[in-house]
């Protein structure tokens, strides 16, 4: 009984989109390796983010059962001058579909495949309720014995004396095939199997989605070494009018200090900027009219 209210409760959570708490606890679990900076994700925060995607999710369904309207992934309710009327009626009523005149919602896809199905009665373990329903289906269509299950043939090709036992070899024989525990026991375990497959497989695309929005940005800016060889290489092609040992220590500076690498390569064009930047580190004397 207890296994079997817990069933009822996971069906129910998944007919409205929503997922216990554990199945968050796990999911904050899955994504902390892939957070870069921040706080580790809460439950707590994870299942709000979750109800404002359910929220966004519903919106942008009822945005494409809008009839004269035409969803893109790309632009959204794609709305023009022709549809703009109709468009602000129902922004007045629905003002959650604003954001979605013409810019789409990246994260449909992703919330679509661990929302329900919008048949009815149909919920997460939907494959456990189909295997239910085959077994009961082969219990009650199975084949009656035939004679190629009983060892009459084979005791009577042996000896006579099993001959003349046939008859209560064959009551003995009609009685063993009534009980199909062993075949029904294994369908059980196979159909729990795939209900514990299927939640594992949900909790897995839940973290995914979950772990594509909380991601940070990716980072523009290029590393380090990139930087310090690009100032070098630099210096090389414009500073030709210090001396080789001049031209060493300003390496030198690049070398230890990245935010020097930046400041000069941001000072490529303006000439005169740059060479008296240059002249100030490595302590040259003002002017440096001679030096050019």
């Known amino acids: 009984m207890p296994a079997g209210g817990s069933v009822q409760h996971r069906a129910e959570a998944g007919d409205n989109g929503n997922f216990k708490k554990s199945v968050f606890e796990r999911a904050a679990t899955h994504i902390a390796p892939l957070l870069t900076k921040g706080p580790p994700k809460q439950c707590r925060s ?49 003002p959650d579909a604003k954001p979605f005149r013409n810019k789409a919602w990246v994260h449909f896809d992703k919330v679509a495949s661990l929302m329900p199905s ?33 060892p009459e043939d084979d005791s009577s090709s042996d000896n006579e004396e099993d001959a003349l036992a046939a008859p209560v ?76 040992f001049q031209l060493l220590a300003l390496i030198d ?9 930046d400041v000069y390569l941001s000072l490529l064009d303006d000439d005169e900027l740059r060479v008296e930047w240059v002249a100030s580190q490595i302590n040259l004397p003002n002017p440096i009219s001679s030096f050019v």
């Open 253 to 261: 500076i690049f070398r230890t200090d990245v935010t020097a690498c």
């Open 46 to 94: 994870l299942q709000n983010k979750w109800a404002a995607f359910r929220k966004t999710y519903r919106t942008v369904c009822a945005i494409r059962e809008v009839s004269g309207w035409t969803w893109s992934d790309t632009t959204g309710a794609s709305i023009g001058p022709e549809t703009s009327s109709t468009w602000d009626d129902y922004v007045a009523k629905h």
């Open 118 to 150: 919008h048949s009815v009665s149909a919920n997460v373990f939907h494959p456990l309720a189909t295997q239910a329903t085959q077994d009961l289906e082969d219990n009650t269509a199975a084949p009656a014995p035939t004679q190629q299950d009983t």
């Open 169 to 244: 070899s064959t009551g003995k024989c009609t009685r063993e095939p009534t009980t199909p525990a062993p075949a029904a026991k294994r369908v059980r375990a196979s159909a729990g199997v795939s209900a514990l497959q299927e939640v594992a497989a949900s909790v897995a695309r839940f973290g995914d989605v979950l772990a594509a929005a909380l991601a940070p940005p990716p980072v523009l800016v290029n590393p380090t070494p990139r930087r310090r060889l690009d100032a070098i290489a630099a210096a090389r092609k414009h500073e030709t009018w210090l001396h080789r």
